[in-house]
């Protein structure tokens, strides 16, 4: 257990939908990664949070959004879903902004 | 931008044979990371290498980085069925950069 929780562990959501996807870091925890990974690929890097501020961008694309709120937890939102956005969705949370990173349980989205 | 290619993509073993995946990127890498991701698991973080040609064991698992520090090797000896998983580098770039950019990574199959 890497002390990061991730909700929920599945969805499943028809095309054109909008969804959220939560995170909670570890303790202590101020930095906030999401990545997304598809069947047989590795992990594409999303964005980054460190202490509620954006911080680095990946391959994120305009219909996916994230925040960070003050007590640290960050959502992702994926709006208008495509059929090639399912996926496992992972959040990770290091302690600052160079350092290992912790990755929680991901979330396993399908869009149908 | 930035980018770390990983060998090979895939890799079967006999139990007790020797496994090395490696990884080279195309910047200099202030840092490298290695995380292994078991089937159906989520990545966990191994070690982090900071310094130029630095050698670090942890038990059968030997991890290198480069001298000009933009490759790295990862080196399993006598592997076991528990080595079963994918291996992941993940590159951070030179100075002013904090992504982590990960490889696609190494699936690594021990037949018992």
């Known amino acids: 257990d890497s002390g990061v929780t991730q909700t929920p562990k599945h969805l499943i959501t028809a095309t054109g939908q909008r969804v959220t996807l939560r995170c909670s870091p570890r303790?202590?925890?101020?930095?906030v990664y999401w990545y997304q990974q598809s069947l047989d690929q590795g992990l594409q890097f999303l964005i980054q949070?460190?202490?509620?501020?954006?911080?680095a961008k990946g391959n994120i694309l305009e219909r996916f959004s994230a925040q960070q709120f003050p007590d640290l937890h960050s959502e992702l939102n994926l709006s208008s879903l495509e059929l090639g956005d399912s996926a496992l969705y992972f959040c990770a949370s290091s302690p600052g902004i160079v350092y290992e990173q912790y990755f929680g349980p991901g979330t396993r989205l399908t869009v149908t | 931008g930035q980018q770390v290619m990983q060998i090979p993509q895939y890799q079967h073993v006999q139990e007790g044979e020797d496994f090395t995946t490696y990884c080279n990127s195309s910047t200099t890498l202030s840092n490298i990371q290695w995380y292994k991701q078991r089937p159906g698991g989520h990545p966990v973080f191994l070690i982090q290498l900071v310094k130029s040609g630095e050698v670090k064991k942890q038990k059968r698992l030997t991890f290198q980085f480069g001298e000009a520090k933009k490759n790295s090797s990862l080196h399993i000896t006598a592997t076991q069925t528990t080595d079963v998983g994918t291996y992941f580098c993940?590159?951070?770039?030179?100075?002013?950069?904090?992504?982590?950019?990960f490889g696609k990574g190494t699936k690594l199959s021990v037949i018992p």
């Open positions: 949070y460190y202490n509620g501020e954006e911080r």
């Open positions: 993940a590159g951070v770039g030179g100075a002013g950069s904090y992504q982590l950019t």
């Open positions: 303790s202590g925890d101020l930095s």
